[in-house]
Every structure is written in structure tokens, then in C-alpha cells.
């Protein structure tokens, strides 16, 4: 489960926050890795100024907040958290946050963000900052997002759970379980590799095979994600 950073001058963003320390809960065997991976890399979380959350399913939130911490506090303390709107709405009514095993997840990590006083619920196309802009993908999600990030000349698309494997950059019919709605997340993978191809863009994505990037390439007529 990938989750990933990017700067634009003083701005830094990050985007999902992985499954967090409770993999158990989410069929995992070890907890998530991510703020071992700051560590490791030298970078502070205090440098994150905008987590990114491209939907709300458990395994893209679980670090919001430090829960191997007793106070449980913001592990991003310098950072606005974003989300699209019509996510925090599916995610927050009664019959989700009932459910044991979704709203589990919402409780933890989502809901603490409004009691904090720092989320921001996006609607439509949102610039994060110079060249990094999110745009709305549903399907997988009612607020699945999505973003493109242009530097110079190049573009990578970010696509989230839009790929929930390789094999989907060259299926795209095939349903991906977890979606809110299937026929509308085919609609949206195909849009999103169409664009992929005619732009030559990297496309990165959170369940991809390591590192998580790559390019869509053709062989015998046929579209395929390879890594680099």
C-alpha cells in the first residue's frame, strides 16, 4: 500500500496515509510503515503542509493521527487535510460509521480531523499547489480522487484505487471488488489511461507493484502498465 510525496516549492504533499499501526484490522499482518519511512529518509513530519486523501477507505487513513501514541495526536502537525466532499458525506452517514468494520476506520482516523479543526472538503478540480491538482474520479469511491502533477514538460497522474492491480491497466472491465460502483469506476479507469497514453504521463498508484510507478505501454495491440 503505497503512499506518496511530492513538493512544489515551499509546499509539500502527501498523499494517503496508508493503513496505519492496526494492519490487523485491515488483514495485514505488521503495522503500516510510514512514519518509519520518514525516519528512514530524514524527513520531518512537521514538513508535510497538505495530506492528500484520495478517498477514505481504512488502508488510505491510517496514519492520519499517531495511534501508537497515547494522546493519539495529528501526525502531520503542520498539514491541512483534504478530502472531496461527497467522500466525507458516504463515509460519516449513521449506517457507516454502525458498520463494524468501515466505520471503525472512519471513527479512528476521518472524524478526528473536523474536531481538530483541520479538514478541508474539496469539490471539483482543486489546485494543492503549482502544478500538483487533484480532480474528481469517482467510482471507487463517491469521492475518489485523483491527481496530476506537471513539471516542466512531464506529467505523472496519481490514480489512487482507480488501479487496484497491474492487470487492470489492460482489463479494464474487470471490476475491482472494493468498488461503490463498478461500471462507474471502469468508466473512470478507462478515462484515466486514455489520458495516461495520449499525455505519456507516469502513472502512479497506491496497490501498484513496487515502487508504485510506471508508464502505460502497448504490446500487440494490447495496453499495459510496466513498472520503472
Do not use: C
Not at 15 to 26: I, K, S
Not at 48 to 66: A, E, K, S
Not at 135 to 161: K, Q, W, Y
Request: no cysteine.
Amino acid at each position: 500500500m503505497g503512499s506518496f510525496v511530492f513538493t512544489s516549492g515551499d509546499q509539500r504533499i502527501l498523499a494517503d496515509t496508508g493503513f496505519g499501526p492496526h494492519g490487523e484490522m485491515l488483514g495485514y499482518p505488521a503495522p503500516g510503515e510510514l512514519i518509519a519511512d520518514f525516519e528512514r529518509n530524514g524527513m520531518g513530519l512537521d514538513s508535510i503542509t497538505t495530506v492528500f486523501l484520495t478517498h477514505l477507505h481504512g488502508d488510505h487513513v491510517g496514519w492520519n493521527l499517531r495511534e501508537d501514541l497515547p494522546n493519539r495526536p495529528l501526525s502531520f502537525p503542520n498539514a491541512r487535510y483534504r478530502v472531496h466532499e461527497a467522500d466525507w458525506e458516504h463515509f460519516t452517514t449513521d449506517e457507516l460509521l454502525a458498520d463494524l468494520y468501515r466505520g471503525e476506520h472512519t471513527r479512528r482516523s476521518v472524524l478526528p480531523l473536523e474536531e481538530l479543526g483541520v479538514l478541508e472538503l474539496m469539490v471539483g478540480e482543486t489546485d494543492l499547489a503549482p502544478g500538483i491538482t487533484a480532480f474528481p474520479t469517482p467510482g471507487h469511491t463517491p469521492g475518489h480522487m485523483s491527481l496530476l502533477i506537471a513539471s516542466n514538460n512531464e506529467r505523472a497522474l496519481l490514480v489512487g484505487d482507480i488501479l487496484g492491480s497491474p492487470m487492470q491497466a489492460t482489463e479494464t472491465d474487470f471490476r475491482y471488488t472494493p468498488d461503490w460502483d463498478g461500471p462507474m469506476g471502469i468508466a473512470a479507469r478507462r478515462d484515466i489511461l486514455d489520458r495516461a497514453e495520449r499525455e505519456k504521463a507516469i502513472v502512479i498508484g497506491s496497490h501498484l507493484s513496487y515502487p508504485g510507478w510506471g508508464l502505460i505501454v502497448r504490446w500487440e495491440g494490447r495496453r499495459y502498465w510496466k513498472a520503472l
